[in-house]
């Protein structure tokens, strides 16, 4: 039986940079990358609910479980087959976007939500989160030079939103150390890549090469 993977969760505000570094990480790690919500048939549907901008949007805590349901079938279908064949992956986006946006971002008790997102995943946690942290304005101007005429429903939710976000992922970092690494999202993209590979080596030792 080969050995476990491991799972690595690529965190952030809208235009942190994460997705960039989601897709560099594992090309470099030789991992699976993906991504939530909407990895899955299922998922997609639901992330249709979930960010369309011109839908009606749901309540904070009928998002919060659409959110679960997209996890649990990510977890179910993606990420718990390949960590058990010894896969490593790399999402964009895990658990910690709940507790910052549905959480800090709606106001929905965080502690609630972990316990939501632990049944979801059947209590699969990452085992490392990555934060790519940058400011708000800076975020705001990344996603205006993009021209994000398509801007999903929580791109649209504007900078006191954003900044509530920002908040709850750095008082996770903050929480638990030992299983979030913070990085300077402002960093130029290689090096930034090269830091974040460093730190994945230090804390989890080496990948083995995979299919992705």
């Not at 390949?82 to 507790?99: F, K, P």
């Not at 993009?146 to 954003?162: N, S, T, V, W």
């Not at 900044?163 to 970092?173: I, K, M, N, P, S």
């Amino acid at each position: 039986m080969p050995a476990r993977g491991r799972l690595i969760a690529l965190e952030g505000i809208d235009g942190c940079g994460k997705s960039t570094q989601a897709r560099a990480l594992a090309d470099v790690l030789a991992a699976r990358l993906t991504f939530e919500p909407g990895a899955t048939p299922v998922g997609a549907r639901l992330r249709e609910l979930l960010l369309a901008p011109d839908a009606a949007p749901p309540t904070a805590r009928t998002e919060a479980l659409l959110m679960a349901a997209d996890r649990a079938e990510h977890v179910a279908r993606i990420v718990e087959p390949a960590l058990a064949a010894g896969e490593w992956v790399v999402s964009d986006r895990y658990a910690g976007s709940t507790i910052a946006y549905q959480g800090y971002g709606r106001g929905l008790d965080p502690s609630q939500l972990d316990g939501l997102v632990r049944w979801a995943t059947g209590g699969l946690a990452a085992d490392l989160s990555i934060l790519v942290d940058v400011g708000v304005d800076v975020a705001a101007e990344r996603l205006a030079a993009q021209g994000r005429r398509g801007a999903d429903r929580m791109e649209r939710l504007g900078p006191d939103f954003a900044a509530r976000v920002r908040e709850g992922f750095l008082a996770q970092a903050a929480q638990d150390p030992d299983r979030w690494l913070v990085v300077d999202g402002t960093l130029d993209v290689a090096a930034l890549t090269a830091h974040m590979v460093a730190c994945v080596r230090e804390r989890l030792g080496g990948a083995p090469a995979g299919r992705r």
